[in-house]
T-cell receptor
Framework: AQKVTQTQTSISVMEKTTVTMDCVYETQDSSYFLFWYKQTASGEIVFLIRQDSYKKENATVGHYSLNFQKPKSSIGLIITATQIEDSAVYFCAMRENNNRIFFGDGTQLVVKP | VTLLEQNPRWRLVPRGQAVNLRCILKNSQYPWMSWYQQDLQKQLQWLFTLRSPGDKEVKSLPGADYLATRVTDTELRLQVANMSQGRTLYCTC????????????FGEGSKLTVL
């Protein structure tokens, strides 16, 4: 069974709007770490934002924020005021305490002018 | 300054041959180094995390066999063998400051294409 699931294959939005990308995960660990990364057209993979499972407050970095719903094992990424440059593939990831890392299949975001 | 340098960046692999990839860490404050594979469908899969010089691990996945070695505090290697004919694969390394908690910093990746 897949440990990290991103159900949205592709999303297209207009510039300056808000987009939400879904991610659900599965783990038996009581403590784990959740991340979002983006991969640009050049192939570069860049860290965006992180949520530690023991923290109740949703993480926010710049125009990225998270909707962490622990009872639902859900960690959605919210991008506000989207820009053309936000067009990329977005990966949700989970690190467990045994050092294993799991990625979702990615969501392609297209931001249109 | 780029944290990780990968070489080669691209390699045509004759069928049946293995290829050796290197990942060089520029800042030893991020000692947890890892390898990943990514196929053309963009599916990103973690392969190994090796912390200490001398650490080695092997893994066989559909389409390729892998042997990872932590050579030094700043060098991680990956040998890729038995790649399926006609396959294109990207191998990327990462570094992190903590075992589980650190965010990952990725290299630029190596593209392997089997003839």
């Amino acid at each position: 069974a897949q440990k990290v699931t991103q159900t949205q294959t592709s999303i297209s939005v207009m510039e300056k709007t808000t987009v939400t990308m879904d991610c659900v995960y599965e783990t038996q660990d009581s403590s784990y770490f959740l991340f979002w990364y983006k991969q640009t057209a050049s192939g570069e993979i860049v860290f965006l934002i992180r949520q530690d499972s023991y923290k109740k407050e949703n993480a926010t970095v710049g125009h990225y924020s998270l909707n962490f719903q622990k009872p639902k094992s859900s960690i959605g990424l919210i991008i506000t005021a989207t820009q053309i440059e936000d067009s990329a593939v977005y990966f949700c990831a989970m690190r467990e305490n045994n050092n294993r890392i799991f990625f979702g299949d990615g969501t392609q975001l297209v931001v249109k002018p | 300054v780029t944290l990780l340098e990968q070489n080669p960046r691209w390699r045509l692999v004759p069928r049946g041959q293995a290829v050796n990839l290197r990942c060089i860490l520029k800042n030893s404050q991020y000692p947890w180094m890892s390898w990943y594979q990514q196929d053309l469908q963009k599916q990103l899969q973690w392969l190994f995390t090796l912390r200490s010089p001398g650490d080695k691990e092997v893994k066989s996945l559909p389409g390729a066999d892998y042997l990872a070695t932590r050579v030094t505090d700043t060098e991680l290697r990956l040998q890729v063998a038995n790649m399926s004919q006609g396959r294109t694969l990207y191998c990327t390394c990462s570094a992190a400051g903590g075992a589980n908690t650190g965010q990952l910093y990725f290299g630029e990746g190596s593209k392997l294409t089997v003839l």
